[in-house]
């Protein structure tokens, strides 16, 4: 069973920076896919971020795009997603999840809840106006 801790999130005022950080332990296989998404009160859970686990594909949503980057740190089976320029409509729990195994990935995959195989606790970021 691969387990995943999110960390980094808080309360930031709109306009600040977070740095929310995602680390696998267990069975994580050599090729995986990494996922930020993240849920607002009473909203779907929506697509934020991945990343392959050597950081040569990324994909991120258009809400956030420009304002987000994610990265790897492969050896550390880690990935940071780094927000900046927050909004009051970035306040969510943000989870991680992972695919394992991947032979194909594509954006629609990417986005697809349904296609990882293990998820994180969630970490809560909300941004005061």
């Known amino acids: 069973q691969v387990h995943l801790v999110e960390s980094g999130g808080g309360l930031v005022q709109a306009g600040g920076s977070l740095r929310l950080s995602c680390t696998a332990s267990?069975?994580?296989?050599?090729?995986?896919?990494m996922g930020w998404f993240r849920q607002a009160p009473g909203e779907e859970r929506e697509f934020v971020a991945a990343?392959?686990?050597?950081?040569?594909?990324?994909y991120s949503a258009d809400p956030v795009k420009g304002r987000v980057t994610i990265s790897s740190e492969n050896a550390k089976n880690t990935v940071i997603l780094q927000m900046s320029n927050l909004r009051p409509e970035d306040t969510a729990v943000y989870y991680c999840?992972?695919?394992?195994?991947?032979?194909?990935?594509?954006?629609?995959?990417?986005?697809?809840?349904?296609?990882?195989?293990?998820w994180g606790q969630g970490t809560q970021v909300t941004v005061s106006s």
């Open positions: 999840a992972v695919k394992q195994d991947i032979i194909i990935v594509s954006d629609v995959l990417a986005m697809r809840e349904s296609w990882y195989d293990y």
């Open positions: 267990g069975p994580i296989s050599s090729t995986y896919l």
């Open positions: 990343i392959t686990w050597n950081g040569g594909i990324t």
